[in-house]
Structures are given as structure tokens and as C-alpha cells.
T-cell receptor
Framework: GAVVSQHPSRVICKSGTSVKIECRSL??????MFWYRQFPKQSLMLMAT?????????EQGVEKDKFLINHASLTLSTLTVTSAHPEDSSFYIC??????????????FGPGTRLTVT | QKEVEQNSGPLSVPEGAIASLNCTYS??????FFWYRQYSGKSPELIMF??SNGDKEDGRFTAQLNKASQYVSLLIRDSQPSDSATYLC???????????WGAGTKLIIKP
């Protein structure tokens, strides 16, 4: 149980274009989903917290107009990287917190999306 | 600023031995504690969580929590080469169900 999928797993795009990444909880509903970014050999960095039906909460230093997050249903959140630049190349990972009795803070992660901007 | 600290390692342990990973946290009010495993190039995977003082065992893994010392650890018995990974400690942040993450300890199990 508690499976999270992420699509695409890898994407290469040209500088200036936009890329959408989907995160789905497959066997549970998730009121809250999270988006992280991880650069090589560095720790996880939380970008934003996404709550179903409301605006995402972005961490300090993360541009909300560049990283658009939509959490339209209890099983789907999307991250759109707009006007991507080479410095946006990174490993983007989503996680979801089950909205079920008995669960508190645990997060289950998707497999990640490796974005390369050329 | 709430913090979670881990020794970055690498921690090198012979195959079959016990690997001991440690984590300290700054917020005395923290209630939920998690250990994640992350293989190189992959996303984190939840392996243990603990809420109460004491030990919690799951197979070869034991999580230990000492709230008075603000210390949580993970023991891996009978270490296998497949246990070689980075282990992330995380603690609850009350705001919006977020977790505060340690930087991770890289564990290497030597055959």
C-alpha cells in the first residue's frame, strides 16, 4: 500500500520551455502533497506544500510564478516548471501524506523526475 | 529554527555487523520520528517510524527514541551490502504536516 507514482521519470527540455510533472497517489487519498528538489550529493529541499483545493505554500526562496503547483484532486498534484533554465536541472520528487485515520506525518515518495534543461 | 542533525559519514560497517545511525533534533515538542532510506539516484523510502520513547523493532531494523536526550537512532542488524544507502532522519513540523529533514548519513556495508 501507499504507492505514489510520478510522471515523467526523465525529461529533457530546451531552455525557455515549460515542463509539467504529475504526482499521483495510487491507493490512497492525500489531502497534502509535497514537492522537493534534490541536487547531486545534496539533501532534500522542500519547495512547496500542496493542499487539495487550495493554493500551495511555497518555501522561502522558491518562486511561485516559476514553479506552478496545482492540487486539483485528492490523488493528483502537478508541478509545472515554467520558462525552464539550465539551473533548474535537478531531481524533482513528490511525496504524499495519506488522509486516513492512523496516519500522522509519514510521507510516501514518488520515484522522482530527473529534469535536464539544455 | 528547528533542526535535525546527522553525521554525514560515510559510516563503513562490515557485512553481518550491526550498523548504528544517530540523529538529534532541536525541538523538544517533536512527537513523530521517521527513518528513510535513499539509494543513489532514487527517491527516499520510509523504513521506520517511532512515536514513543523506547525501542521499536521491525525485522532487522530497530528504531530507538529518547525524548529526554532529543535523540533517535536506527540499528540495522546483520548488515547486508544491499543496506548501503543514505539514511535520512525526519521529525514532524507542526506546520502543514511538514517534516524537518536531516542531511542524511551515508552507510557503506563492506562485503
Amino acid at each position: 500500500g501507499a504507492v505514489v507514482s510520478q510522471h515523467p521519470s526523465r525529461v529533457i527540455c530546451k531552455s525557455g520551455t515549460s515542463v509539467k510533472i504529475e504526482c499521483r497517489s495510487l491507493d490512497f487519498q492525500a489531502t497534502t502533497m509535497f514537492w522537493y528538489r534534490q541536487f547531486p550529493k545534496q539533501s532534500l529541499m522542500l519547495m512547496a506544500t500542496s493542499n487539495e483545493g487550495s493554493k500551495a505554500t511555497y518555501e522561502q526562496g522558491v518562486e511561485k510564478d516559476k514553479f506552478l503547483i496545482n492540487h486539483a484532486s485528492l490523488t493528483l498534484s502537478t508541478l509545472t516548471v515554467t520558462s525552464a533554465h539550465p539551473e533548474d536541472s535537478s531531481f524533482y520528487i513528490c511525496s504524499a501524506r495519506p488522509s486516513l485515520p492512523g496516519y500522522s506525518y509519514e510521507q510516501y515518495f514518488g520515484p522522482g523526475t530527473r529534469l535536464t534543461v539544455t | 529554527q528547528k533542526e535535525v542533525e546527522q553525521n554525514s559519514g560515510p559510516l563503513s560497517v562490515p557485512e553481518g555487523a550491526i550498523a548504528s545511525l544517530n540523529c538529534t533534533y532541536s525541538d523538544r515538542g517533536s512527537q513523530s520520528f521517521f527513518w528513510y532510506r535513499q539509494y543513489s539516484g532514487k527517491s527516499p523510502e520510509l523504513i521506520m517510524f517511532i512515536y514513543s520513547n523506547g525501542d521499536k523493532e521491525d525485522g532487522r531494523f530497530t528504531a530507538q527514541l529518547n525524548k529526554a536526550s532529543q535523540y533517535v537512532s536506527l540499528l540495522i542488524r546483520d548488515s547486508q551490502p544491499s543496506d548501503s544507502a543514505t539514511y535520512l532522519c525526519a521529525v514532524n513540523e507542526d506546520s502543514n504536516y511538514q517534516l524537518i529533514w536531516g542531511a542524511g548519513t551515508k552507510l557503506i556495508i563492506k562485503p
